[in-house]
């Protein structure tokens, strides 16, 4: 009898933490993920042009190593960091999101600055490709 | 006299032409904020999304709002999981647009600086359904600059946002959004 109740308290203890494991479990972290696709800013662009969709489904979510010479970086929403790389389109861009933890190295880079950028795509907006949760390849 | 007047129209359509060029009168934002919130009876369900873009035309009064659904953030994983695979469907939807307008335009100056309340009213599209919805903005310019604050509340279903049953109770049926956007003038 003993037995069985210690099971069932076993049991009972081993759900409840693997559901509170899935219940508080941490964001991928994309920094420290291995990209699924290394590309030019420029093709990056290219692509979604091409066909929306189709580069939905092959970028959506997925790790991506973007590089491209800097267009701009936006600052002014404090939340994040923007760095834009240039696509060959005037005014689209490749735009990359930062956490706000990464502003001060993101104030060290310049216009015109080739770059290496790692995220996670989002798709595409009225203003270009966008990916998020970015960092920096040295 | 009659080659001087007519250099003189010529150089005043000239600059008019210029000048109406350079003021497009357009806004734009690239990374305006979004964010949404409910509650439950578990706990809140908030996210943001800092990478909303935007054009705002001062002279018809049109905006455009563009939102990647996939750029939103949760404080728990698992929470931006079943937002985005679950209800938001991201990879099949995954953008949403309000296309309207400013209902008082000629209420709002834009090369004075100040706060006016107005409403904006138009189209929201979420997932593949589209509803009409009217709601109040703040829109405050300040030194050629704009900012547009808005908060509205959207009935799930309409938008086909199904809740699983399990957690029907669990889940309220609307869902409040704010949108912060921080316009500059196009160049």
Same mark, same amino acid.
């Given at each position: 009898m003993l037995k069985r109740i210690i099971l069932f308290i076993l049991v009972i203890g081993i759900i409840a933490s693997i559901a509170f494991y899935m219940w508080n479990k941490p964001h991928k972290d994309i920094a420290a993920a291995k990209e699924d696709f290394i590309l030019t800013s420029t093709d990056f662009y290219k692509e979604y042009v091409a066909n929306e969709t189709t580069a939905n489904t092959k970028y959506l979510d997925k790790v991506i190593a973007v590089e491209g010479t800097i267009s701009a970086i936006e600052l002014e929403n404090a939340d994040e960091p923007t760095v834009a790389l240039t /696509?060959? /389109?005037?005014?689209?861009t490749v735009s990359c999101g930062f956490k706000k933890e990464l502003l001060n190295e993101i104030k060290k880079l310049k216009q015109n600055d080739k770059i290496k950028i790692k995220g996670k795509c989002d798709g595409m907006g009225m203003f270009g490709v966008v990916i998020t949760q970015c960092s920096l390849i040295k | 006299m009659k080659t001087k007047i007519i250099i003189l129209i010529g150089l005043f359509t000239f600059t008019t032409a210029f000048t109406l060029k350079m003021e497009s009168g357009k806004y734009l934002t690239k990374n305006g904020k979004m964010s949404f919130f409910s509650s439950t009876g578990i706990e809140d369900i908030t996210a943001e999304n800092n990478k909303v873009s935007s054009v705002l035309d001062s002279k018809t009064g049109k905006i455009v709002i563009e939102v990647l659904i996939k750029s939103f953030r949760f404080k728990k994983a698992l929470m931006e999981e079943h937002f985005n695979?679950?209800?938001?469907e991201s990879t099949k939807y995954p953008k949403s647009k309000f296309d309207g307008k400013i209902d008082n335009l000629s209420a709002v100056n834009f090369s004075k600086d100040g706060t006016i309340k107005t409403t904006i009213s138009g189209n929201l599209t979420i997932k593949d359904k589209t509803n009409p919805i009217k709601t109040d903005a703040t829109i405050t310019v300040k030194g050629g600059k704009l900012n547009g604050n808005t908060k509205f509340k959207i009935v799930l279903a309409d938008y086909n946002i199904t809740i699983p049953s399990v957690v029907k109770d669990k889940i309220k049926k609307e869902m409040e959004i704010t949108a912060d956007l921080d316009y500059e003038p196009m160049k």
């Open positions: /696509t060959g /389109t005037a005014d689209m | 695979e679950n209800y938001m």
